[in-house]
């Protein structure tokens, strides 16, 4: 893998896939703060431990499909480029959304968060 790719990638899943994932996480455990925290919070009051658990085992799961569709719309709209230390990342790859995946992707590399 390029260089350039992963670094963006280790980046990525450490800036936005990890820390979205523990953000979730603290709204709903109740240990973050704040108005949409707290209406989280209200939303799942009437969830038992195992609801929470689903939640949280589908939660890596949105979360991953929107960063492969985030992806995707760059690798196939030529008006977007994605820039990274001023080269094409889309140049890189033979498919950013797949970067994602396998036992060498960014996931399973970069990731500290569950899949």
Do not use: C
């Not at 969830?47 to 985030?70: A, C, G, R, T, Y």
């Not at 994605?82 to 889309?90: A, I, P």
């Amino acid at each position: 893998m390029e260089k350039k790719l992963e670094e963006f990638g280790k980046l990525f899943m450490k800036a936005v896939r990890d820390e979205t994932i523990n953000s979730i996480d603290k709204m709903l455990d109740g240990t973050m703060k704040g108005i949409t925290s707290r209406q989280v919070q209200e939303k799942f009051a009437d969830f038992d431990s195992k609801q929470i658990e689903v939640v949280k085992w589908f939660l890596p799961k949105i979360i991953d499909m929107s960063l492969h569709n985030m992806l995707f719309m760059i690798e196939v709209q030529d008006e977007i480029e994605l820039l990274f230390k001023k080269e094409n990342l889309n140049d890189l790859s033979d498919g950013l959304s797949g970067e994602l995946y396998t036992e060498d992707g960014w996931i399973k590399n970069y990731s500290k968060e569950r899949e």
